[in-house]
């Protein structure tokens, strides 16, 4: 396999010409994966993913054709050339989809106005070539389980590939969101962290009323301190915007989340009369 991937990569360089390229090899390892399924973010270089998968017992990547399961691109800086996957075991279909636009969550891949055009299948370890620009590629398993030991990216860049920082991701207790709500009393408040994969970064961030949102090329963004989560208060919608700076680099894209705080209701008629 390694001397197959070193054959193909040298081929794909002359027909690539003096076009730069750049490999990301996805293993449960590399992706931080673990004994359960839960969206997890991972940085390879300027290239940022999300997956929803599993670490089997084998150490393989086990993805599932259902709840979410699935690997997506959420920041490129280049167009996929090839995909290629080594199965370690199953003879389930990988489906394989690119998109113009960039993924935003797992169940992307779960909606059909979402999840982009299909480059290609695979029952077993093979190279899909994708034919057409596609800056974003997301991963699934098209019916049951299946298991990989790896997934390499060929991504084409038409330059040296731009220092840029990872857009942050947000998370409330351990999971990450883009979309959230939750029921609380009146006046209590939950922790709400960001987070960005790209090192020694200084994270901005806002809150704002959804409804009414600023123009965030002039908006007054705070500088985020890990050691002090964003507290957002019941009853009340909220977004949240966020971005990473390092000197060095070029800052990260902007990302957004809205979070709605549900205030409990008691209800008189259901009081017990003593």
């Given at each position: 396999?390694?001397?197959?991937?070193?054959?193909?990569?040298?081929?794909?360089?002359?027909?690539?010409?003096?076009?730069?390229?750049?490999?990301?090899?996805?293993?449960?390892?590399?992706?931080?994966?673990?004994?359960?399924?839960?969206?997890?973010?991972?940085?390879?270089?300027?290239?940022?993913?999300?997956?929803?998968?599993?670490?089997?017992?084998?150490?393989?990547?086990?993805?599932?054709?259902?709840?979410?399961?699935?690997?997506?691109?959420?920041?490129?800086?280049?167009?996929?050339?090839?995909?290629?996957?080594?199965?370690?075991?199953?003879?389930?279909?990988?489906?394989?989809?690119?998109?113009?636009?960039?993924?935003?969550?797992?169940?992307?891949?779960?909606?059909?106005?979402?999840?982009?055009?299909?480059?290609?299948?695979?029952?077993?370890?093979?190279?899909?070539?994708?034919?057409?620009?596609?800056?974003?590629?997301?991963?699934?398993?098209?019916?049951?389980?299946?298991?990989?030991?790896?997934?390499?990216?060929?991504?084409?860049?038409?330059?040296?590939?731009?220092?840029?920082?990872?857009?942050?991701?947000f998370t409330q207790s351990g999971m990450l969101f883009t979309d959230l709500s939750f029921w609380a009393n009146s006046g209590e408040s939950k922790e709400f962290n960001i987070a960005c994969t790209t090192e020694g970064v200084t994270i901005h961030y806002l809150v704002y009323d959804p409804n009414n949102a600023p123009d965030f090329a002039t908006a007054n963004f705070l500088v985020?301190?890990?050691?002090?989560?964003?507290?957002?208060?019941?009853?009340?919608?909220?977004?949240?915007?966020?971005?990473?700076?390092?000197?060095?680099?070029?800052?990260?894209?902007?990302?957004?989340?809205?979070?709605?705080?549900?205030?409990?209701?008691?209800?008189?008629?259901?009081?017990?009369?003593?």
């Open positions: 396999m390694k001397k197959f991937s070193l054959l193909f990569s040298m081929l794909l360089i002359a027909l690539l010409g003096n076009a730069a390229t750049v490999t990301d090899v996805l293993t449960a390892e590399a992706m931080g994966l673990s004994a359960s399924y839960e969206d997890r973010t991972h940085g390879f270089g300027e290239r940022q993913y999300i997956s929803n998968a599993y670490k089997s017992d084998k150490g393989a990547i086990q993805l599932r054709s259902k709840n979410n399961s699935g690997i997506i691109c959420t920041q490129s800086n280049g167009n996929i050339r090839t995909v290629t996957i080594s199965v370690e075991s199953g003879t389930n279909q990988v489906d394989v989809y690119g998109s113009n636009t960039a993924y935003n969550a797992v169940s992307n891949l779960y909606d059909t106005a979402k999840k982009g055009t299909l480059l290609g299948s695979l029952k077993a370890s093979g190279t899909i070539t994708v034919e057409g620009d596609y800056p974003y590629v997301a991963i699934r398993s098209n019916k049951n389980t299946i298991y990989l030991n790896s997934i390499e990216l060929v991504w084409e860049t038409s330059s040296a590939p731009v220092n840029k920082c990872a857009k942050p991701t985020y301190d890990e050691a002090s989560p964003i507290q957002l208060a019941c009853p009340g919608n909220y977004g949240i915007a966020a971005y990473a700076t390092l000197e060095g680099y070029d800052n990260s894209d902007i990302a957004t989340a809205t979070v709605t705080a549900k205030e409990y209701q008691i209800s008189l008629g259901a009081r017990r009369c003593r």
